[in-house]
């Protein structure tokens, strides 16, 4: 593009795409992000490539699927040299690229996230709102500095008051950012906490919920014997019944918790305006992946692929320059959000990438109903390296068609079949349904091209017949 404009990448961390009220949910409390809609582009069907956190990060921070970044699981050692990210990209070509909050590309256990050779020039860091870290933990640090202890005030039965919440943190590391005067443009990636695990919002938000008043959790008693046979599949936690976990007051704890970012984020994009930078802003709201938040028995995150942990925010605003209140139901995957942010720096995008632009969409150019014909998702990692199957091990791979999703655990003779016109929540598996045997073996076979096609490192560049 001609003129570079400033990026405000904000990154919420394990939010499902049923969580905004301008798109559908009149539960929730969004009253900036509803705005956001109203002013951009919603693409209602953005997935993304992992359900866990450090391959879905990895992958959108190169532009490539996580299994050709070779990071494909949380926990890990350190990060490849090769892809670089694309904010190292992007700062070598010229922009002030600062991170506040979460990078998670590599393991923080028991440390401090190493850097890598990132491009930020402004680096605030806060892997998760506990003080586990000695040092190097910037938010943690802020807290204490204000006389707080976060150990004590998550137990407490306030919690974490909003104005010592990582949140706030996150806000008011990002307002100082967008306020210093500089003579080019900036990236800043915005990577809160919230509203991952553990529920527990401020109590002041909490307390605007009732949680009988909401419709709780997607569950049928069937969901039960379908995850039984699965049991083998890595999960985080057990399956239970909603009432067997309080169900509805966790869905308000975590409503409560995006309550708390949207009234945030609100700080910030008047800190946009009033340094007279909005109209030169581009503005992305996005999450890394979903939450289960109960559905078919299931807290939290895994190896599974329903629309709660694949199906995430996304929505670009950009006033004057793309399209306004545009609901764009059409198949991207959160790596097109990678292409489009390196186009809008005016950067070509490197042969090895794997995105597709979202800039025709978003200007006008191109239809909104359609961009990929299928999207994909994967989730690769074993409990021993020596491990290529059996117990402890979970290899599986997600193909999404605007009608059908196909999942297949690997190594295991297990798989999920659901038609999505008919069975949008994913309660009836036709994966063993001899009517549904052909559209199966078609979508296997798609599904198999796709990752041989979209996931084979073939090595070196040829530079001649032999």
């Keep these: 593009m001609s003129d570079r404009p400033n990026i405000l990448w904000y990154c919420t961390d394990q939010q499902r795409f049923d969580t905004i009220g301008a798109l559908g949910n009149p539960y929730v409390q969004t009253p900036t992000i509803d705005r956001l809609v109203g002013e951009g582009v ?11 956190c450090t391959p879905s990060r990895s992958s ?8 050709r970044v070779h990071n494909t699981r949380n926990g890990n050692e350190s990060f490849p040299p090769f892809p670089p990210v694309i ?5 070598d070509a010229g922009y002030d690229c600062g991170l506040i909050g979460k990078f998670h590309l590599q393991s923080a256990g028991r440390r401090t ?3 890598i050779d990132d491009g930020y020039s402004s680096w605030k860091f806060s892997h998760a709102p506990r003080d586990d ?7 943690a640090d802020w807290v204490r500095n204000q006389g707080g ?14 104005e010592l919440h990582q949140t706030t943190w996150a806000s008011d590391m990002a307002i100082d950012f967008v306020r210093q005067e500089r003579d080019r443009p900036w990236l800043l990636s915005v990577n809160i906490y919230d509203p991952h695990p553990p529920f527990i919002p401020p109590r002041s938000y909490f307390d605007r919920f009732n949680p009988s008043d909401l419709p709780g959790p997607y569950f049928r008693e069937s969901d039960l014997a379908q995850q039984a046979k699965l049991a083998a599949i890595d999960f985080q936690g057990e399956v239970k019944r909603p009432e067997e976990r309080s169900g509805k007051e966790i869905q308000a704890a975590y409503y409560a918790m995006i309550a708390l970012i949207d009234d945030q984020f609100a700080r910030l994009l008047s800190a946009l305006e009033e340094s007279n930078q909005r109209d030169n802003t581009v503005i992305i709201f996005t999450s890394d992946h979903g939450e289960s938040l109960g559905d078919h028995g299931l807290l939290e995150k895994g190896c599974r692929f329903y629309e709660g942990l694949v199906r995430v925010p996304l929505i670009f605003s950009w006033p004057g320059r793309f399209e306004q209140n545009l609901q ?11 292409a489009s942010i390196l186009e809008l720096a005016g950067l070509p995008q490197p042969e090895y990438q794997q995105g597709r632009s979202l800039l025709p969409i978003l200007t006008g150019e191109q239809d909104p109903h359609e961009h990929r014909p299928f999207v994909r998702s994967e989730y690769f990692d074993a409990l021993d390296s020596h491990f290529t199957g059996g117990d402890g091990a979970a290899y599986a791979t997600m193909h999404r068609t605007r009608t059908h999703k196909l999942t297949v ?10 038609d999505l016109t008919r069975d949008p929540w994913e309660f009836d598996n036709l994966w063993d349904d001899p009517a549904s045997a052909a559209i199966k073996h078609q979508l296997i076979q798609e599904s198999f091209d796709a990752h041989v096609l979209l996931t084979t490192d073939v090595g070196s560049r040829r530079i001649a017949p032999m």
């Design 409 to 418: 655990y690997h190594g295991h003779q297990l798989g999920e079949l659901y």
């Design 42 to 52: 919603a693409f209602t069907h953005a997935y993304c490539q992992s359900p866990i």
């Design 60 to 67: 959108f921070l190169t532009g490539m699927y996580p299994s």
């Design 87 to 91: 904010t190292k990209l992007i700062a």
């Design 133 to 139: 870290w000695p040092v190097g933990h910037d938010y």
């Design 113 to 115: 996230e190493p850097r």
């Design 149 to 162: 202890d976060l150990n004590q005030l998550r137990e407490s039965a306030d919690r974490v008051p909003a």
């Design 328 to 338: 764009c139901d059409a198949l991207v995957e959160l790596l097109d959000k990678t």
